[in-house]
């Protein structure tokens, strides 16, 4: 049976994600993305119409995880939660979604080359898929610390809370090293997750001068 087309479009975006990955976007050619991929030449272009758009599409892949944390935002019971409970879910979903889903080690790769060279694709998949996130947890962090703080704070604050995260995803190599096998296997991602809540929380609580939300950190 031969392979259907969303197959042949699954193996080009693993196919060019490899390749962006370890070389960059203006390395990697297309010739050799559809090689790896085991598709005809032509296929980029059927698929995807140019390398660019191919491109995109490798980042959307690479994100599509935020569409697991949208769910649960939009359930009932994240409805019902308070803004400290809320920041509590939206922390351990990133941590679960990063530490926890066996992403494949282009996904990271992929991720810092654009940070550090950042494309026209990968901002539009920014304003797609990242801010309506970003927009969230601003909104919860306001609700926790009170419309008065300044908005560059809130964004501060939001930037901190997920850089904690980032962290333990991006520099996993380097904790462990320095922690130790022993100290560092024994993390879960509820520890981890729980962790970075309740630091984020007594660091909320300095920022806002609000001492009790320490006290509500387990409410």
């Not at 080359?113 to 947890?137: N, S």
């Not at 609700?143 to 991006?170: A, H, M, N, R």
Request: some cysteine; overall charge negative.
């Amino acid at each position: 049976m031969p392979p259907s087309s969303d197959d042949t479009r699954t193996r080009l975006v693993e196919a060019a994600g490899l390749m962006f990955a370890d070389k960059g976007f203006d390395a990697a050619g297309v010739r050799e993305i559809c090689h790896e991929a085991k598709a005809n030449v032509a296929a980029i272009k059927y698929y995807f119409g140019d390398k660019r758009s191919l491109y995109k599409a490798v980042l959307e892949h690479v994100h599509v995880c935020k569409e697991n944390l949208g769910q649960v935002m939009a359930s009932e019971e994240w409805q019902a939660q308070t803004p400290l409970q809320q920041l509590k879910s939206f922390i351990l979903e990133m941590v679960k979604e990063h530490l926890a889903s066996q992403k494949p080690a282009w996904h990271l790769e992929i991720m810092l080359w654009e940070m550090t060279r950042p494309t026209p694709e990968g901002k539009e998949v920014i304003e797609l898929q990242l801010r309506p996130m970003a927009t969230h947890l601003k909104k919860i962090l306001m609700q926790i610390v009170g419309d008065d703080i300044p908005e560059e704070t809130i964004w501060k604050c939001g930037f901190s809370i997920v850089g904690q995260v980032l962290f333990y995803y991006v520099h996993q190599a380097i904790a462990r090293q320095l922690a130790g096998d022993t100290i560092y296997n024994q993390l879960t991602v509820e520890q981890i997750a729980s962790h970075i809540y309740r630091f984020s929380v007594a660091g909320l609580a300095t920022v806002a001068n609000r001492p009790e939300l320490v006290t509500q950190i387990d409410s």
